[in-house]
């Protein structure tokens, strides 16, 4: 018996970049990126000397034609996408593969981080700077403690002094009236013992 069953015929694919798999999809290259790490679209990491990078595997005939003098010749397409180019396929990638997609991540981060740094650096400067303000500001304080404290004991000494020469004009205005009293006894008696011998010696003058 003879088969007579028609071999599948192979499916061609042209291997494009992500920016002309944008345009002949009608989607912009990150919506690409997005299906390819979800694996909606059938992609592999080609290594060059220059680097890594995606190219997108599409059917030929489907928006895609065959090479032509070693260049893809991508015709313009509606802003449709393509059924086949949403079912889930197999996403391949070389081992050991860089990821250029994520530099201009890496380098915002090392940005964000640098300016950060500076950031951190400018208050540590004023950190810095204000305790050293602080600092001072103590050792004002400080000082003019002191000096409140040496004006304090003097007032308590001069508060001293002046209860010892209160005290001493008390003790003298005492010792004055004591005196004084004294004196005018004193001058009572002499004025007393006068009349006395003027009035026994009047007598003997009158006759």
């Known amino acids: 018996m003879i088969d007579t069953t ?20 009608g989607v912009s290259g990150e919506t690409v990126r997005r299906r390819i790490h979800a694996g909606q679209i059938e992609a592999v990491r080609e290594v060059r000397p220059q680097g890594s990078a995606w190219r997108v595997v599409l059917p030929v005939g489907r928006g895609v034609e065959a090479m032509r003098g070693g260049h893809a ?39 964000g981080l640098a ?3 500076g950031r951190l650096d400018g208050a540590a ?15 004002t304080i400080g000082r003019q403690g002191a000096e409140l404290a040496a004006e304090r004991e003097r007032g308590r000494m001069y508060h001293a002094e002046a209860e010892r020469a209160r005290d001493e004009l008390a003790s003298a205005e005492a ?11 004193t001058i009572a008696l002499v ?12 007598p003997a003058w009158v006759r």
């Open 125 to 139: 400067a004023e950190l810095g700077e204000a305790r050293r303000h602080i600092r001072d500001q103590a050792e």
């Open 175 to 185: 010792f004055r009236r004591r005196n004084s009293r004294r004196l005018t006894i």
């Open 191 to 202: 004025v007393a013992a006068t009349l006395a011998i003027v009035g026994m010696l009047a």
């Open 73 to 111: 010749t991508p015709p313009v397409v509606s802003r449709q996408e393509p059924a086949d180019a949403t079912k889930a396929t197999r996403v391949e990638a070389t081992p050991g593969a860089s990821a250029p997609d994520l530099a201009p991540v890496v380098a915002a981060l090392a940005a």
């Open 6 to 25: 028609r071999p599948t015929p192979r499916r061609r694919t042209r291997r494009v970049g992500i920016a002309e798999a944008a345009r002949i999809l």
């Open 115 to 117: 300016h950060v740094s």
